[in-house]
Structures are given as C-alpha cells and as structure tokens.
C-alpha cells in the first residue's frame, strides 16, 4: 500500500503540439500516464514507439506506458526497452501475460496489467505477485473525458481484499473519470495510484490540481 498516493497524469489529455511544455507542466507528478492505442483493440488510435521515446526523452517525470493494443506479447517489451519505468498491457489482448509481465521485468520495467469493465480480475489472484501493477479501467478504454463507472469499485475492493489477503506489494491503479468528484471513492475502494487526464490538464495551475487530488486520494485511503 502506497505510503502517498500517486497522481500520474494522462496526455492524452494534454496538448500533443506543446508536449514538451505540458509535460514540464506535470513536473510535481509520480508518472505521466502515456495511452498508445491501435485502432484495433480499442477504436482510436494515439501514437507509437517513436513518439514515446520522444516523451521519455524530454519527460521530468517517469513514464507509466499504457498498451490498448493487440498482440503486446510481441510489442510491448519494446516499450521497456525505450526506457519506460512501467508497462502495461491488456489481459484481454495477451496471450502469454505471466510470461509477458516477466520479460518486461527482466527488460527493467515495472510490470503491469490492465482489465476492462468487463473483465473479471479473480483469475489474476493467484499470480498476482507476477505484477507490479494491476490496472482496474473506470471507462470503457479508448478515449478520455470519458464519466467515471462507479459500478467498478467492488471489483476493486476485491482486488484490493486479496492484495492485502496475500500481503501483496502490487499497485492498484484506476484509470478513467478520475477527477476531484469521484477520487475518493476509488481510494476509498483500495486504489493507490490514479490516472487524472483533463481534471489535471484542463486546470489552471496543474501542479496545484494533482496536489490537491493527491490530498484527496490520502484522506480517504
């Protein structure tokens, strides 16, 4: 369980023409939450290796890599290979995802996966030490601004019972609909890391909004 909860921010919330100072704008963040989409698992499209190594290199902040894409058990070790402190990939997309999550971590990134609204996350009980991070989506993934589903939140609890049932170290990270509004309830449900894209983004002063969503996130953990 995270001593502080992590803010890490979502660019795909950010102005992809000023990366460089959006990114200088989250300086005060844990990670910059970095969705790359296919256009075939999910029904948009965001950028590719080249644009993440770009990120990577003028980030001040780590990068939390998000795989939305068919077949990450060949692309994603790439992504840790470019330098990614995390990587994750979708349990519905791998088809080896313990043998995945293992090689990403010999690579030198933290492993990560990702479930859906739709996906059960029982099945991943018994091999949750196998991840660094497990991913519970608050939106159906693909596009941000998207309502937060609250409707996840016992699937989260559950998650989060059988993280501490274990004594496990993972992460529980919450993407989708994040915002000051709707934080505490996913902290409240065990959450300890956040993904926030316009409700850090669209403030005036980002530093400022993760600080108080972090605020947020602590008081009701």
Do not use: C
């Not at 065990?190 to 993904?195: K, L, Y």
Request: net charge negative; charged share 20%; glycine share 8%.
């Amino acid at each position: 369980m995270a001593d502080t909860p992590r803010i890490n921010p979502s660019i795909l919330a950010a102005d992809f023409v000023n990366m460089q100072a959006e990114l200088a704008r989250i300086a005060t963040a844990d990670f910059v939450h970095v969705d790359v989409m296919d256009n075939h698992f999910v029904p948009n499209l965001t950028f590719g290796p080249q644009m993440v190594e770009r990120i990577q290199a003028t980030s001040p902040v780590p990068l939390d890599v998000h795989l939305m894409i068919d077949d990450p058990d060949r692309w994603a070790p790439g992504y840790a290979e470019i330098g990614a402190a995390s990587v994750t990939f979708h349990l519905e997309a791998a088809t080896e995802p313990v043998a995945l999550a293992r090689r990403l971590r010999a690579i030198g990134a933290r492993a990560g996966v990702a479930v859906k609204p739709g996906t059960d996350v029982e099945s991943l009980f018994e091999v949750l030490d196998e991840f660094d991070q497990i991913l519970v989506m608050t939106v159906e993934p693909g596009f941000g601004g998207q309502g937060f589903m609250a409707d996840m939140m016992p699937k989260l609890a559950r998650l989060s019972a059988e993280t501490r049932r274990r004594g496990s170290q993972v992460w529980l990270q919450v993407d989708g609909g994040i915002s000051g509004s709707t934080i505490a309830q996913a902290a409240e449900a065990g959450a300890d890391t956040f993904v926030a894209g316009s409700a850090v983004f669209g403030a005036e002063d980002p530093a400022q909004a993760i600080n108080a969503l972090r605020s947020q996130a602590a008081h009701h953990h």
